[in-house]
């Protein structure tokens, strides 16, 4: 059995102090939205005892799907890669970065020079500079293959949506392919919801374009985040369900109005053909501060 653990959205603080260059436009705003989430318990407290639990449950990968940062200030990309290290090593821990992590244009690069040890393939030299053609990514354990997906794109002011970009599909479908051919469990990580309805300002672009792939090429699970929801959606494809699972923000306090501080476990066992997967979450609840299990169901196989 092998033991995946899934968080997104940590949304790291608190935001360091910033020159007022920096805080012009898109910051300004962004640094307003975070001032108002830490009124709602959104931060440091509730993020500590989800990581403690997480931490204790011996996962043998952590995948982190994005949103690490809040308005993509330098030293913000230093606190994601204390958080990302305090998981585990960068072989047991994977990143793909959110729309909070790719900010405004000029902070583009920081996600990919950071956090690179957490954000490469297996193939990739350490010492060859990431962008935005290094991705998908894929990294091979055991009986699973996770591939990284990135929808990174600068986005204008009010704007939180995201791309995969046409290049990036092309090689997300032969990268799918031939990990099928290996006989792997395919888990594909992207931080916006490829699946559901959400108003333009948030949405994934090309969300119909990415469900054709996965439709064709297959997979065996799809992590998300962004939503900051629990969720459970499928891309129908012949013979194959994929469900693709969306997951609260990791710093969400119990009374979140989007949704209490979650985790997911997958307990993933099987072979090609016959996989089974076991999802249970773990976090808060409304009206209580521990953190304990939530919901168990079984998400591929009987
Ligand atoms: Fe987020
Ligand atoms: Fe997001």
Redesign the pocket.
């Known amino acids: 059995m092998y033991l995946l653990a899934h968080l997104s959205?940590p949304h790291l603080g608190p935001i360091p102090e910033a020159r007022i260059s920096e805080l012009l436009g898109k910051r300004f705003f962004g640094m307003m939205n975070w001032i108002g989430a830490r009124r709602r318990n959104f931060g440091a407290a509730t993020l500590a005892p989800l990581l403690t639990d997480l931490l204790a449950q011996g996962a043998d990968h952590i995948a982190v799907t994005?949103?690490l940062v809040n308005v993509s200030l330098p030293s913000e990309f230093d606190t994601g890669a204390t958080f990302l290290t305090s998981l585990g090593a960068p072989d047991a821990v994977t990143v793909v970065p959110?729309?909070?992590d790719a900010y405004v244009h000029s902070a583009l690069a920081y996600h990919l020079e950071h956090w690179a040890p957490f954000l490469s393939g297996d193939d990739t030299h350490p010492d060859t500079p990431l962008d935005r053609d290094s991705f998908p990514f894929v990294r091979r354990r055991g009986p699973v293959a996770i591939v990284g997906v990135s929808t990174a794109i600068p986005t204008a002011i009010f704007l939180?949506s995201?791309a995969v970009g046409r290049a990036q599909l092309e090689r997300l479908s032969r990268t799918l392919a031939e990990l099928k051919r290996e006989g792997l469990f395919r888990v594909v990580m992207i931080?916006?919801p490829p699946v559901g309805e959400r108003p333009f300002h948030?949405d994934l672009r090309d969300a119909k374009a990415f469900r054709k792939v996965i439709a064709e090429a297959g997979a065996e699970l799809v992590l998300h985040?962004?939503?900051?929801r629990a969720s459970l959606g499928w891309i129908d494809t012949p013979g194959l369900r994929v469900p693709v699972v969306g997951v609260p923000s990791a710093s969400a306090g119990p009374e979140d109005g989007r949704g209490a501080g979650r985790y997911n476990l997958y307990r993933i066992s099987g072979e090609p053909g016959a996989w089974r997967c076991e999802m249970e979450a773990r976090g808060y609840m409304a009206g209580q501060t521990d953190v304990s299990s939530r919901e168990r169901r079984i998400i591929v196989g009987e």
Do not use: C, E, P, V
């Not at 985040?225 to 900051?228: E, K, P, Q, T, V």
């Open positions: 959205d994005g949103d959110g729309n909070h939180a995201g931080h916006h948030r985040g962004h939503d900051h």
